[in-house]
């Protein structure tokens, strides 16, 4: 089974930036895409973003398009998620998400890999 662990989580004011990376262990994952997606307290689990694993073609949630970049080195069986111009409506917690079984991309019922999230926080 693939494993993923997230990090690069943290604290910053709004407008600031942070950059999370998820590492894949353990079988190289056959499935053709990846994914981020976050929960904040009280909330489901939202889609982010995700890219296919082939051709780096990306999707992006409404609310993160413009601000967020996901890419991939698949040599180093990383993901990364560059966030920029960070919100207070970002805080919350990302899970880099592997094992995508197809149909959409947004959905987290699609993917069977999950990471243990990391926390991030934008304060106003």
């Known amino acids: 089974q693939v494993h993923v662990a997230e990090s690069g989580g943290g604290v910053v004011q709004a407008g600031g930036s942070l950059r999370l990376v998820c590492v894949a262990s353990?079988?190289?994952?056959?499935?053709?895409?990846m994914g981020w997606f976050r929960q904040a307290p009280g909330k489901e689990r939202d889609f982010v973003a995700a890219?296919?694993?082939?051709?780096?073609?990306?999707i992006y949630a409404d609310s993160v398009k413009g601000r967020f970049t996901i890419s991939r080195d698949n040599a180093k069986k990383t993901l990364y998620l560059q966030m920029n111009n960070l919100e207070p409506a970002d805080t919350a917690v990302y899970y880099c998400a592997d094992s995508w079984r197809g149909g959409t991309y947004d959905s987290a019922q699609q993917y069977a890999s999950w990471g243990q999230g990391t926390q991030v926080t934008v304060s106003s």
């Open positions: 353990g079988p190289t994952s056959t499935s053709s895409a």
């Open positions: 890219i296919r694993r082939v051709s780096g073609v990306t």
